[in-house]
């Protein structure tokens, strides 16, 4: 009876260790047949304050430019879902403003871009910048023509969606 009165007792004294401060505030200690640790107590805010908080998801954007040489026609898009949808739109703006044979001269998404004339030739280039995409096109321009300037910029940056 003694030998059974001073096991319950140990063990009750082991629990109460366990509790009396091994454990965290917000955790509780969790012991198992050889195993002795904490858990975080359920909805606690604490643990949900130290799960880093989910990224941020972005949607990617498309741009396009179109352009009839003979008719110095353009037609630009950007902010488009897609690759198509872009490249469709740019077309349809370069036709109405009286392009007969309208091409694509470059598709980008999530970049800026710009169309770059100088006397003879134009070219078009595009960056994660308005800026740098000009410093690119303006030097690129000039390798072969002078008076190079941006005839049109814009940008299809990605939009956040969480």
């Known amino acids: 009876m003694r030998k059974l009165f001073f096991l319950i007792m140990l063990s009750f004294s082991g629990l109460v260790?366990?509790?009396?401060g091994t454990c965290p505030p917000g955790f509780y200690p969790v012991n198992s047949p050889g195993v002795m640790?904490?858990?975080?107590l359920p909805n606690?805010?604490?643990t949900s304050a130290q799960t880093a908080p989910a990224a941020p998801r972005w949607k990617t954007t498309?741009?396009?430019f179109a352009t009839d040489g003979p008719s110095?026609?353009?037609g630009a898009s950007v902010g488009m879902p897609n690759k198509r949808k872009a490249e469709k739109s740019a077309l349809a703006q370069c036709r109405e403003k009286g392009g007969r044979n309208c091409e694509i001269d470059m598709t980008?998404?999530?970049q800026c871009a710009v169309l770059v004339t100088g006397d003879r030739v134009y070219n078009t280039s595009h960056a994660a910048t308005v800026e740098e995409a000009t410093r690119l096109g303006i030097a690129e321009c000039e390798r072969e023509d002078v008076n190079c300037r941006v005839y049109y910029s814009d940008c299809?940056?990605?939009v956040r969606i969480d």
């Open 72 to 74: 110095a026609a353009l």
């Open 156 to 158: 299809s940056l990605p």
């Open 44 to 46: 606690n805010d604490r």
């Open 108 to 110: 980008f998404y999530n």
């Open 17 to 20: 260790q366990a509790e009396g």
């Open 62 to 64: 498309w741009g396009a």
């Open 37 to 40: 640790g904490c858990a975080p």
